[in-house]
C-alpha cells in the first residue's frame, strides 16, 4: 500500500474516534439544549399567560373607579377613564399574543376554547360598563353595577383553566424551575383574589349598601385562599441569587402594603357594613390598587429569575454543542492540514525523488524537479545528486570504455602501413572459409590486387622503399574505392576490394582505373628515385557457378594467377577466362 493512501486511512481511523466520540457526547448536550429550549418555551408561555390574567384583572381597577364616577367630575374621571382605556390595551395586547401562542392549535382545542371564552366574556363586561357610563350615577342600578363587575370577574375566571394548562406544562418541562414556577401562581392567584374582594366591595362602598350575606360568605371564603396561600411565599431569598435583593426588597413591599394594608381595610369594610362606611369605591379603589400592583411585580421578578436561569442552562448546553461541533470541525481541518502537510513535506518529494531515480535508471541525467526542504528530504536529494554523479562518472568510464574498445577493434582490423582494413577484416565479413560454406549476398564482387615485382624492389631498394610503395598503390587505390565498396590489404603485396552493386563490367571498369592508377604514374622514392610500379589484377563476381565467398575468392584468385601468369600489369576477369 502506498504511504499516502496508509496516511489517509490513518486519518480516517482518527477522524472516525472522533466522530464517534462526539457522537458519544454531543448527543447528550443536544437532548439536553432542545429541553432547556423547550423549558423557555414553556416558561415564555406562562408567563404570557400570567400576564393576560393580570392584565385582565388590572382591567377592573379603573374600570371600578370610573363607575363610581360622575363624568361631571371633570379630571378625575378623564384621567381615569384614559387609565381605563390604557388598561384595556394592556389586556388586549396580552390576549393577541396569548392567543399567538394557540393559533397553531386546531380550532376544537381546549385551550383555544377557553380563551375565546374569556375574550367574549371580557368583551360583554365592557360592553355592560360602557352602556353604564352613559347613564348618570344616580341613574344606575346598584343591580346593574354588580352584574357589569361580576361579568368582568367571570372574564378573569375564564383564563384560570388556561392558566392551570400553562401552569402543568410549565411544571412538566421545567421541574428545575418548579418552586418558582409555582410561587408565580401563588402571587397571581394572590392578585387575583385581592382583586376580586375589592371588586365585591365596590358596590356597596358606592350605594352605601350593606353587604349581602351571600356576598360576605364569598368574601370570607377569598379571605381564607389568601391566608393559606399567604404562608406559601418564602420569607427569604436564596442569597446565591444575584436577584435576591431585588426580591426581597419587593416581597418586604408586598407584606407591608397587600397582607398589611390591603387585607386589614377589606376586613375593617366587611366589618362596618351596615353602617358608614370609612372610604368611598374610588378612594378604596386607589388605595389597594398600588399593592396588587406590587403583587405583580414580585411575581414578574419571579419569572424573569427563572427565565433568567433556564436560558443560561441553554446558552451552556448550546456552548457545549458549539464547542464539541467546533473540536470535531477544527481536527477535521487539523486531519485535513496534516494530510495536506504530509503529502507537500513527504509523499510528493518522495514521488518526485522516486521518479528522479527512474531517470537515472533509464539515462536520463537531468535534474528533475524537487519538493521539501526538510532535512530528510535535503538528505534524500544529495544522495540523489552522488548517485547523479556516479551514474555520469560510470557513463564517462562506460563511454572511454566503448572508445577504447573501438579503438582497439580499428586497430585490430586496420594495417598499420597502409591504413587499409587488414584480412581480419575481410575475414569478418567472409566469415571462416574453412568452415561451413557462406552463401554470397546479392550483388557482390572481388577485386584482387598483386603488386608486380614487389620482392626485387625491397631485395634492392630496401624494406623502407618496399612500404613506401606499398602505401602509396594503398593512397592510389583508396582514392578510386569509395562507399559501399571497402579496400582491404590481403597480405604483403597483395590487396582486395571487395564491391557491392557492381556488374561485371563495371566491377572490370573499376580494376582497370585502379591498374592505371597504379601504372602511369612513377612513385618517388628517398633519394629522388623514380620507380615504376605496376599490379596484375583478378576479378570475380558472384553468379549461377560463384555461390560462396570460397568460390569467389577462388575465382578471383585463378584470374590473378592467370594475370600473372600472361606477363602481369594486366586484368584478368574470371568471366573471361
Same mark, same amino acid.
Given at each position: 500500500?502506498?504511504?499516502?493512501?496508509?496516511?489517509?486511512?490513518?486519518?480516517?481511523?482518527?477522524?472516525?474516534?472522533? !466522530?464517534?466520540?462526539?457522537?458519544?457526547?454531543?448527543?447528550?448536550?443536544?437532548?439536553?439544549?432542545?429541553?432547556?429550549?423547550?423549558?423557555?418555551?414553556?416558561? =415564555?408561555?406562562? /408567563?404570557?399567560?400570567?400576564? /393576560?390574567?393580570?392584565?385582565?384583572?388590572?382591567?377592573?381597577?379603573?374600570?371600578?373607579?370610573?363607575?363610581?364616577?360622575? @363624568?361631571?367630575?371633570?379630571?378625575?374621571?378623564?384621567?381615569?377613564?384614559?387609565?381605563? /382605556?390604557?388598561?384595556?390595551?394592556?389586556?388586549?395586547?396580552?390576549?393577541?399574543?396569548?392567543?399567538? &401562542?394557540? @393559533?397553531?392549535?386546531?380550532?376544537?382545542?381546549?385551550?383555544?376554547?377557553?380563551? #375565546?371564552?374569556?375574550?367574549?366574556?371580557?368583551?360583554?363586561?365592557?360592553?355592560?360598563?360602557?352602556?353604564?357610563?352613559?347613564?348618570?350615577?344616580?341613574? *344606575?342600578?346598584?343591580?346593574?353595577?354588580?352584574?357589569?363587575?361580576?361579568?368582568?370577574?367571570?372574564?378573569?375566571?375564564?383564563?384560570?383553566?388556561?392558566?392551570?394548562?400553562?401552569?402543568?406544562?410549565?411544571?412538566?418541562?421545567?421541574?428545575?424551575?418548579?418552586?418558582?414556577?409555582?410561587?408565580?401562581?401563588?402571587?397571581?392567584?394572590?392578585?387575583?383574589?385581592?382583586?376580586?374582594?375589592?371588586?365585591? &366591595?365596590?358596590?356597596?362602598?358606592?350605594?352605601?349598601?350593606?353587604?349581602?350575606?351571600?356576598?360576605? &360568605?364569598?368574601?370570607?371564603?377569598?379571605?381564607?385562599?389568601?391566608? =393559606?396561600?399567604? +404562608?406559601?411565599?418564602?420569607?427569604?431569598?436564596?442569597?446565591?441569587?444575584?436577584? +435576591?435583593?431585588?426580591?426581597?426588597?419587593?416581597?418586604?413591599?408586598?407584606?407591608?402594603?397587600?397582607?398589611?394594608?390591603?387585607?386589614?381595610?377589606?376586613?375593617?369594610?366587611?366589618?362596618?357594613?351596615?353602617?358608614?362606611?370609612?372610604?368611598?369605591?374610588?378612594?378604596?379603589?386607589?388605595?389597594?390598587?398600588?399593592?396588587?400592583?406590587?403583587?405583580?411585580?414580585?411575581?414578574?421578578?419571579?419569572? @424573569?429569575?427563572?427565565?433568567?436561569?433556564?436560558?443560561?442552562?441553554?446558552?451552556?448546553?448550546?456552548?457545549?454543542? &458549539?464547542?464539541?461541533?467546533?473540536?470535531?470541525?477544527?481536527?477535521?481541518?487539523?486531519?485535513?492540514?496534516?494530510?495536506? %502537510?504530509?503529502?507537500?513535506?513527504?509523499?510528493?518529494?518522495?514521488?518526485?525523488?522516486?521518479?528522479?531515480?527512474?531517470?537515472?535508471?533509464?539515462?536520463? #541525467?537531468?535534474?528533475?524537479?524537487?519538493?521539501?526542504?526538510?532535512? =530528510?528530504?535535503?538528505?534524500? +536529494?544529495?544522495? #540523489?545528486?552522488?548517485?547523479?554523479?556516479?551514474?555520469?562518472?560510470?557513463? @564517462?568510464?562506460?563511454? =572511454?570504455?566503448?572508445?577504447?574498445?573501438?579503438?582497439?577493434? *580499428?586497430?585490430? +582490423?586496420?594495417?598499420?602501413?597502409?591504413?587499409?582494413?587488414?584480412? $581480419?577484416?575481410?575475414?569478418?565479413?567472409?566469415?571462416?572459409?574453412?568452415?561451413?560454406?557462406?552463401?554470397?549476398?546479392?550483388?557482390?564482387?572481388?577485386?584482387?590486387?598483386? !603488386?608486380?615485382?614487389?620482392?626485387?624492389?625491397?631485395?634492392?631498394?630496401? $624494406?623502407? !622503399?618496399?612500404?613506401?610503395?606499398?602505401?602509396?598503390?594503398?593512397?592510389?587505390?583508396?582514392?578510386?574505392?569509395?562507399?559501399?565498396? !571497402?579496400?582491404?590489404?590481403?597480405?604483403?603485396?597483395?590487396?582486395?576490394?571487395?564491391?557491392?552493386?557492381?556488374?561485371?563490367?563495371?566491377?572490370?571498369?573499376?580494376?582497370?582505373?585502379?591498374?592505371?592508377?597504379?601504372?602511369?604514374?612513377?612513385?618517388?622514392?628517398?633519394? %629522388?628515385?623514380?620507380?615504376?610500379?605496376?599490379?596484375?589484377?583478378?576479378?570475380?563476381?558472384?553468379?549461377?557457378?560463384?555461390?560462396?565467398?570460397?568460390?569467389?575468392?577462388?575465382?578471383?584468385?585463378?584470374?590473378?594467377?592467370?594475370?600473372?601468369?600472361?606477363?602481369?600489369?594486366?586484368?584478368?576477369?574470371?568471366?573471361?577466362?
Amino acid at each position: 500500500m502506498q504511504l499516502q493512501a496508509q496516511l489517509r486511512m490513518g486519518a480516517a481511523l482518527l477522524l472516525g474516534v472522533a !466522530v464517534g466520540i462526539s457522537g458519544y457526547v454531543l448527543p447528550g448536550y443536544l437532548n439536553a439544549y432542545r429541553q432547556s429550549s423547550r423549558n423557555v418555551q414553556a416558561l =415564555e408561555s406562562y /408567563a404570557q399567560v400570567l400576564e /393576560a390574567g393580570n392584565a385582565v384583572s388590572a382591567e377592573r381597577g379603573p374600570s371600578n373607579i370610573v363607575l363610581s364616577l360622575d @363624568q361631571d367630575a371633570g379630571q378625575p374621571y378623564e384621567s381615569t377613564a384614559a387609565r381605563m /382605556a390604557r388598561a384595556r390595551d394592556r389586556a388586549d395586547q396580552a390576549l393577541a399574543q396569548l392567543s399567538g &401562542l394557540v @393559533q397553531a392549535l386546531p380550532p376544537e382545542n381546549q385551550r383555544r376554547q377557553e380563551l #375565546l371564552s374569556t375574550q367574549r366574556s371580557l368583551m360583554r363586561g365592557r360592553a355592560d360598563i360602557d352602556q353604564l357610563l352613559l347613564h348618570a350615577p344616580s341613574d *344606575r342600578s346598584p343591580q346593574q353595577l354588580q352584574d357589569a363587575i361580576d361579568q368582568m370577574i367571570d372574564a378573569r375566571k375564564q383564563l384560570d383553566p388556561l392558566i392551570d394548562s400553562f401552569y402543568g406544562e410549565a411544571m412538566q418541562s421545567a421541574p428545575d424551575q418548579a418552586g418558582i414556577v409555582q410561587m408565580a401562581r401563588v402571587l397571581s392567584d394572590l392578585r387575583e383574589y385581592g382583586g376580586r374582594m375589592g371588586s365585591m &366591595l365596590i358596590v356597596p362602598l358606592s350605594t352605601p349598601a350593606p353587604i349581602a350575606p351571600a356576598r360576605q &360568605l364569598v368574601l370570607a371564603r377569598l379571605r381564607g385562599h389568601v391566608q =393559606e396561600i399567604h +404562608h406559601l411565599i418564602p420569607g427569604h431569598i436564596d442569597p446565591s441569587d444575584q436577584d +435576591h435583593e431585588d426580591i426581597d426588597n419587593v416581597r418586604a413591599q408586598v407584606e407591608r402594603g397587600f397582607f398589611h394594608h390591603t387585607l386589614p381595610l377589606i376586613d375593617t369594610l366587611v366589618a362596618q357594613s351596615g353602617s358608614s362606611y370609612a372610604l368611598r369605591a374610588a378612594a378604596f379603589t386607589r388605595q389597594v390598587m398600588p399593592d396588587l400592583m406590587g403583587l405583580e411585580k414580585l411575581e414578574n421578578l419571579f419569572m @424573569q429569575r427563572a427565565l433568567i436561569q433556564v436560558n443560561r442552562t441553554r446558552r451552556d448546553n448550546r456552548r457545549h454543542v &458549539l464547542l464539541i461541533g467546533a473540536c470535531l470541525l477544527g481536527f477535521c481541518v487539523f486531519l485535513l492540514a496534516l494530510l495536506r %502537510a504530509a503529502e507537500r513535506l513527504v509523499t510528493r518529494p518522495l514521488l518526485l525523488a522516486r521518479q528522479e531515480i527512474i531517470n537515472l535508471a533509464q539515462g536520463d #541525467l537531468r535534474r528533475a524537479p524537487r519538493a521539501g526542504n526538510s532535512a =530528510e528530504v535535503r538528505a534524500l +536529494h544529495d544522495a #540523489l545528486d552522488i548517485l547523479r554523479r556516479h551514474h555520469v562518472n560510470s557513463m @564517462q568510464l562506460a563511454f =572511454e570504455r566503448d572508445e577504447l574498445s573501438r579503438s582497439l577493434r *580499428r586497430q585490430a +582490423h586496420t594495417d598499420a602501413l597502409t591504413g587499409l582494413l587488414n584480412r $581480419h577484416a575481410l575475414e569478418e565479413i567472409t566469415g571462416d572459409l574453412s568452415a561451413e560454406p557462406v552463401r554470397l549476398s546479392k550483388g557482390r564482387g572481388l577485386i584482387l590486387i598483386d !603488386v608486380d615485382y614487389f620482392k626485387p624492389i625491397n631485395d634492392v631498394h630496401g $624494406h623502407i !622503399v618496399g612500404d613506401l610503395v606499398l602505401r602509396e598503390v594503398a593512397s592510389r587505390i583508396m582514392r578510386l574505392v569509395a562507399a559501399p565498396h !571497402v579496400a582491404f590489404r590481403y597480405g604483403g603485396e597483395e590487396f582486395a576490394i571487395l564491391t557491392n552493386g557492381l556488374s561485371m563490367e563495371e566491377l572490370c571498369t573499376l580494376a582497370e582505373n585502379i591498374r592505371h592508377a597504379i601504372a602511369d604514374d612513377e612513385i618517388t622514392a628517398p633519394g %629522388a628515385q623514380r620507380l615504376a610500379v605496376t599490379a596484375s589484377l583478378g576479378v570475380a563476381k558472384g553468379d549461377s557457378t560463384v555461390l560462396t565467398w570460397l568460390d569467389l575468392l577462388n575465382a578471383a584468385d585463378a584470374a590473378l594467377y592467370r594475370a600473372k601468369a600472361q606477363g602481369r600489369n594486366q586484368l584478368v576477369s574470371a568471366s573471361s577466362s
